[in-house]
Nanobody
């Protein structure tokens, strides 16, 4: 059983940066890939970025050129560096296995003020 715990959220002004951390309690490398999702109030959950065991990445159009997903396979950690943040990035951010295997944590709140 692997537990994924998100952290690093907060309140920042538009244009600012945050780095989210997804810490795995267990071997994160059992998963083909890890994804970051987000869910804003009243909206559906959105896939933001994915990273495979080998480091290949994909991004939603809304995240391209602003967000960077990375991983440390030794530390069992996945990161999401978010730059040039916008108010529309406000959401709860989750990391989970990709494809979804049901390993959902509590998420971390990201709030961007204009």
């Amino acid at each position: 059983q692997v537990q994924l715990v998100e952290s690093g959220g907060g309140l920042v002004q538009a244009g600012g940066s945050l780095r989210l951390t997804c810490a795995a309690y267990g071997n994160i490398n059992i998963f083909v890939a890890i994804a970051w999702y987000r869910q804003a109030p009243g909206k559906q959950r959105e896939l933001v970025a994915t990273i495979t065991r080998g480091g290949s990445t994909t991004y939603a159009d809304s995240a391209k050129d602003r967000f960077t997903i990375s991983r440390d396979n030794i530390q069992n950690t996945v990161y999401l560096q978010m730059n040039s943040l916008r108010p529309e990035d406000t959401a709860v951010y989750y990391c989970t296995a990709y494809p979804d295997l049901g390993y959902w944590g509590q998420g971390t709140q990201v709030s961007i003020s204009s």
